[in-house]
């Protein structure tokens, strides 16, 4: 029987198995990656606008403006400028962990190596727009009630983290309580005092140094 030209194409075309993802399958789309970089450009652009402005000054027209965006289209990923602000706090959060996380990765745990991380992280800007939100938040109820809840997570997720991250401390859990909290006043209170001009750029390699020791002073001997 005669085979139609039609029918040979047909014959010798191989089949196509398609490898995108489908949706039910669990895998990204290309609309939900487009989207979470538009929200990661949004959040971005919400720091930046806190360093430069202030939290008062931070508004979702300056903040769409700074990301490259239409306030429609910021409008399609966040409904108002509450849902921006607490998604802006968890990526502050998320990235406080990491460098926590990154800082505690060598064997050692030396108290030099983590003191100065820890300096480094509260010279950047995410340090600077987390600390106008929470200075806004003593006086905005609306912000507080944002952000108090966040804060709360935040600390008990931190804390576990570090008993993880520091099993030379466990058997001085109140030592490492007092170390970690002396570590985040003294160095935070530090970073905001040099942007107010409190304190003179000098004093800060010593400052750093008595904290090293008196880290040193406290961990358990062994």
Not at 7 to 24: I, N, V
Request: charged share 25%; proline share 5%.
């Amino acid at each position: 029987m005669a085979v139609s030209p039609a029918r040979k194409r047909t014959e010798r075309a191989p089949a196509r198995t398609s490898t995108r993802k489908s949706p039910a399958e669990g895998g990204p789309t290309r609309q939900s990656l487009k989207s979470a970089q538009t929200r990661g450009r949004l959040i971005e652009a919400t720091i930046q606008c806190l360093v430069k402005v202030g939290y008062a000054g931070t508004t979702t027209p300056l903040v769409a403006t700074e990301a490259g965006l239409s306030r429609g289209a910021m409008l399609h990923h966040f409904e108002n400028s509450a849902t921006l602000i607490r998604s802006t706090i968890v990526e502050l959060h998320e990235r406080r962990l990491r460098a926590f996380r990154r800082s505690s990765e060598t064997t050692e745990h030396e108290p030099a190596t983590m003191v100065n991380a820890y300096w480094k992280q509260v010279q950047k800007p995410a340090f600077v727009a987390f600390h106008e939100l929470a200075m806004a938040a003593r006086t905005d109820a609306e912000l507080a009630q944002i952000m108090r809840p966040l804060q709360v997570e935040y600390r008990e997720r931190f804390n576990a983290e570090a008993i993880a991250l520091f099993p030379e401390w466990q058997s001085a859990p109140e030592q490492f309580a007092q170390a970690m909290a002396l570590s985040q006043t003294l160095i935070e209170g530090m970073a905001t005092n040099l942007m107010t001009g409190a304190l003179d750029e000098a004093m800060v390699p010593t400052l750093l140094k008595l904290l090293e020791d008196k880290i040193r002073a406290m961990r358990p001997a062994g």
